[in-house]
């Protein structure tokens, strides 16, 4: 009965026929990628309105009345100048010093709250003057998009918090690592975004 | 990357290793490069934009456009890694299928929207004065 089982001919391992590569060690950044490419669809549907409406001023102000390219400027320094400083801190995790690690994440946290702050302080200034997202299809079009942006930025701030108690209090463990890689990402696609937002959108939105 | 002593030996070992499973976290001069170059292509548009420096409108769109592409590849290659490498290039094949999409939804609603307000919705101010005027 149980002949085969010892019969030293069968003992070698069974080859199966799977040559190409099989899953990647770490499905987490891939599948955050893509979801990253997704969120991509989010912000190409919302630009795409902002080209079709962006002359539609209604009678209201238009983009030259409303838009401060000097505090635009300010706003695009800060979020480059975070997402640099999140990558010095990704170069000290993979040294495995914690506490300059937490410092940069600590810069790059500062950095983007104090981008969301100018910002709502601009809407909420726009707001005042009577040019609030009900004013025109431009301004519907130039709030949704860039308040999809601005709270993006807000729950990567909040996403980083969280974030720097858990590597507070466990360490640069493996899970955290791969979390912080994932926020990396995201941190580096906002930037990325933005550049779109201030080129397309504010700088092209006052010429036309 | 769970061997403590593995960190000692620096980034281009760790690269090496285990570069098909995981995005490398670049290197110091990647991210300075990167920074550099951003910066420059962030600063021309706006001088371009702010003190008007070309005559015409629509060659400063252009270049203004054209720059925001040339800095959106900076961050992707010294800021996301991308390269053909990383996931065993399921992340690249997901970048451009992604791109491809973009510029179907960008360039088809500005196509279409912009014959629609062309022939069909006229109802400019400039329109409707010339109209009177007639």
């Known amino acids: 009965m149980n002949t085969i089982a010892i019969d ?14 099989g899953h990647a060690h770490n499905g987490t950044l ?16 919302l630009f795409a309105c902002n080209a079709v409406l962006g002359n ?23 979020l480059l100048v975070s997402s640099v400083t999140f990558g ?36 909420a200034s726009m707001i005042a003057e009577g040019a609030g997202p009900g004013r025109s299809a431009f301004l519907s079009s130039f709030f949704t998009l860039v308040g999809t942006h601005g709270l993006h930025v807000t729950v990567g701030v909040l996403w980083l918090i969280v974030l720097m108690v858990q590597l507070g209090k466990h ?18 696609f906002l930037d990325l975004v933005w550049v779109g937002v201030f080129s397309y959108v504010y700088l092209v939105g006052v010429l036309r | 990357m769970s061997h403590p002593s593995e960190s000692a030996h620096g980034a281009a070992a760790h690269a090496d290793d285990h570069d098909s499973a995981h995005p490398s976290h670049g290197s110091l001069r990647g991210y300075l490069t990167g920074f550099t170059l951003a910066a420059i292509l962030t600063i021309i548009p706006f001088w371009l934009v702010m003190d008007h420096v070309i005559a015409s409108t629509q ?22 890694h991308l390269d053909t490498r990383s996931e065993n290039g399921w992340n690249m ?19 279409v929207m912009y014959n629609e307000n062309a ?8 329109y409707m004065h010339h109209k009177q005027g007639s």
């Open chain 1, 8 to 21: 030293p001919a069968h003992a070698e391992p069974r080859e199966f026929l799977c040559r190409e590569e």
């Open chain 1, 30 to 45: 891939l599948g955050f990628w893509l979801y990253l490419m997704s969120d991509c669809f989010i912000f190409a549907a």
């Open chain 1, 56 to 78: 539609s001023y209604a009678g209201g102000p238009s983009a030259h009345d409303v838009f401060d390219l000097h505090g635009l400027a300010v706003n695009t320094a800060l």
């Open chain 1, 88 to 123: 010095f801190a990704m170069l000290e995790m993979a040294r495995e010093r914690k506490r300059a690690m937490l410092g940069w994440l600590a810069v790059s946290g500062v950095l983007a709250a104090v981008f969301v702050g100018l910002e709502i302080h601009e809407f």
């Open chain 1, 171 to 188: 360490g640069l463990t493996e899970a955290n690592r791969r979390r912080l890689m994932c926020l990396s990402m995201f941190w580096h």
């Open chain 2, 59 to 80: 060659a400063t769109i252009i270049i203004v456009l054209g720059l925001a592409v040339v800095q959106i590849v900076v961050h992707m290659i010294y800021f996301l």
């Open chain 2, 93 to 111: 094949l997901a970048f451009i299928f992604t791109i491809v999409l973009v510029v179907i939804v960008l360039g088809a609603s500005i196509w």
């Open chain 2, 119 to 126: 022939n069909m919705m006229p109802m400019s101010p400039q």
